[in-house]
């Protein structure tokens, strides 16, 4: 029998050795990285289509738009998929209802709600977390929107402008400061893209230092 949880939240001596980078060692990290990203990218899709995300969503007549790093090719290290899907109306039943669903996928280990309708977000966040081939863990993020909020339309329209300003200089920068990101930091993709794309940032001691003279806070409005 298949066993989940989900959980209702109601409001995230000393050796120095001095290593000279050559350009043969840059591109040879570079192409690591770019076929890293691509793996990742590849086993993201597996699991979008595993879990049969947008099949579920439309049993409501939701409009279900994937979003975020996965849909901009941009996704690295830290395993998130993004949806945001769109009613006329939030009904908390109709949206448990889907959850129901995708919980019969024996790959889901965890759902996570929390209840933003009475807030100017307008929204049901949903978290679950699929465990792949590997065992390793995939957070997908699923906003369920009321159509007209405030927010309505923003993560797509980030999206598609990333993806009509990027270039393989600025991809590649992007993926190398999410790669050299440590794994215990979680950094809002925006920020990133901010930083490379308007910025001009390329290397990670740099994007450190941006980060301390742009701080953000709350939900990030940037669209290049």
Not at 54 to 71: P, R
Not at 115 to 136: F, P, R, S, V
Not at 155 to 183: F, G, N
């Amino acid at each position: 029998m298949q066993l989940f949880e989900i959980k209702l939240l109601l409001f995230p001596i000393f050796v120095i050795n001095c290593v000279c980078s050559t350009s043969l060692d840059i591109d040879y990290n570079m192409k690591t990285v770019l076929e890293l990203a691509d793996k990742i990218q590849e086993r993201a899709r597996e699991i979008i289509k595993d879990a049969d995300i947008k099949t579920i969503w439309s049993s409501i007549n939701a409009e279900v738009y994937l979003v975020g790093s996965v849909e901009t090719g941009l996704l690295m290290k830290h395993k998130d998929i993004d949806f945001h899907i769109y009613s006329d109306e939030l009904n908390l039943q109709e949206s448990f209802s889907v959850m129901a669903q995708l919980a019969e996928n024996t790959n889901i280990k965890k759902i996570e709600c929390v209840n933003l309708i009475n807030t100017e977000e307008e929204c049901i966040e949903w978290h679950a977390w699929y465990e792949d081939k590997n065992q390793e863990l995939w957070q997908i993020d699923m906003i369920h929107i009321r159509c007209g909020s405030l927010f309505d339309g923003y993560a797509e329209r980030l999206a598609e402008r990333i993806s009509e300003v990027l270039t393989s200089e600025t991809r590649q920068a992007i993926l190398q400061l999410k790669y050299d990101t440590p794994d215990d930091v979680k950094i809002p993709g925006v920020e990133y893209y901010m930083a490379v794309i308007r910025d001009g940032i390329r290397n990670y001691a740099d994007f450190i230092g941006w980060r301390k003279n742009n701080p953000q806070t709350g939900i990030i409005h940037w669209i290049p």
